[in-house]
């Protein structure tokens, strides 16, 4: 990617992740004096941004066959915090950002920028299977690389026969 537009993708991010902490004080505000507070309304670029960061910080995590838990702890955040995250009602700030970039081991910018996404996906709802995760998390504890491919050569062979059984 070219300097110029990852400085402008940097430039946007910076923009929502300030839209937001400004909208998150506003809030805090509202509610000391007793007022309704308005929400991040869903056509909102920020929250359009937030949630698309989210949906990749919850594919991340799901490939990986981490709880939102877990992933709090590491964050020193609850998993409540994370769903909020993941959902896009709360907009990650640049910190945590970078901290959940540290313990993904994936560079930054991978979260809202365009990415192959051969990771786990979602239903129609938007919200991963628990069987995908319960698939994922057993995957990944098969300790032999040898066993683990031939069991993903039996998934790709039944996926395939499902397919072929749809088409038909």
């Not at 940097?10 to 007793?34: D, H, P, Q, Y």
């Not at 970039?101 to 996404?117: C, E, H, I, L, Y």
């Amino acid at each position: 990617m070219k300097s110029r537009q990852k400085k402008q993708f940097e430039v946007m991010i910076f923009a929502a992740v300030s839209e937001a902490n400004e909208r998150a004080k506003a809030k805090l505000k509202a509610k000391r004096r007793g007022r309704p507070v308005r929400a991040m309304k869903s056509g909102d670029s920020a929250s359009l941004l937030a949630q698309e960061v989210g949906r990749r910080v919850k594919e991340a995590r799901l490939q990986r066959g981490w709880s939102r838990r877990y992933l709090g702890a590491l964050l020193g955040i609850s998993g409540q915090q994370i769903h909020k995250y993941e959902t896009g009602q709360d907009a990650l700030s640049l910190h945590r950002l970078l901290s959940l970039a540290r313990f993904f081991g994936v560079s930054p910018d991978t979260f809202w920028n365009q990415m192959d996404t051969t990771t786990v996906t979602p239903d129609a709802s938007g919200a991963a299977d628990i069987s995908t995760v319960q698939l994922v998390r057993a995957y990944r504890r098969i300790a032999s690389a040898k066993l683990r491919n031939r069991f993903l050569q039996l998934v790709k062979q039944i996926a395939g026969k499902d397919e072929e059984s749809i088409n038909s």
